[in-house]
């Protein structure tokens, strides 16, 4: 997949998951956003963010710079739904998306050379 498809992806997908974050509540009970999957949904929602934001830059230092531009994504989301719903500041939610932007962090490091932002640049 070339840089550019990459980052398409990741525009659609901060598109899809600012729109999960502020659908009306009775809309998110429904799609089952809500309840005991809650916090697993933010965790998962955060490592594919992450994977996806680091995917197309190399080095250690680069991908640090993107997880804390994702960090301030969930930080923005959350601040987001306090305006919507008029709810607290939900930190609970941001310990999830945290741990979930250090496990995609992980998942990136893991990854064999190569297999991201080096292959992708020839194409």
Not at 10 to 22: G, H
Not at 65 to 73: D, E, K, P, Q
Not at 81 to 91: A, G, K, V
């Amino acid at each position: 997949m070339s840089n550019k498809s990459v980052r398409i992806l990741f525009a659609i997908w901060l598109l899809i998951i600012t729109c999960l974050s502020l659908f009306p509540l009775k809309l998110k009970v429904h799609l089952g956003t809500v309840g005991p999957w809650h916090n697993t949904g933010h965790l998962l929602v955060f490592v594919l963010t992450t994977v996806l934001a680091c995917w197309t830059v190399s080095g250690i230092y680069a991908r640090l710079l993107c997880c804390i531009g994702v960090a301030g994504i969930a930080m923005t989301l959350e601040w987001l739904e306090t305006l919507r719903y008029h709810n607290p500041y939900e930190w609970r939610d941001v310990g999830s998306d945290t741990a979930g932007i250090l496990i995609g962090f992980l998942v990136m490091l893991l990854l064999p050379a190569g297999s991201s932002a080096g292959v992708k640049r020839a194409a």
